[in-house]
């Protein structure tokens, strides 16, 4: 007897990755930050995306840097992980400040 096969919902992102952008370092810093604190406290991405209510795609491009992370989610982050907001820019150096 063979049990059939439930096709799975399929969830799209709200993120559209623009590749001709190149990523920011700043970006990439703090979801580098955001995946240390969170992988810290023994959270999967499917929990923590969850816990905030986003897509578990939208996290993974956050903790990429691809994707930057605004503000009030950031926020949020910070709460759900314990940690003040400039957690996640502590140790970061300027990108260029030609840029600015």
Do not use: C
């Not at 709460?79 to 990108?95: A, H, I, M, N, T």
């Amino acid at each position: 007897m063979f049990a059939s096969v439930i096709p799975h919902k399929r969830v799209q992102s709200a993120i559209i990755v623009d590749s001709s952008e190149p990523m920011s370092l700043v970006d990439g810093w703090i979801g580098s930050r955001v995946r240390v604190k969170r992988t810290s406290r023994g959270m999967s991405q499917q929990e923590f995306s969850k816990l905030l209510g986003i897509d578990q795609n939208d996290l993974a491009a956050f903790e990429a840097g691809v994707e930057r992370i605004k503000a009030n989610l950031l926020f949020r982050i910070a709460k759900s992980l314990d940690v003040q907001p400039d957690y996640f820019f502590r140790g970061y150096v300027e990108e260029n400040a030609k840029a600015l």
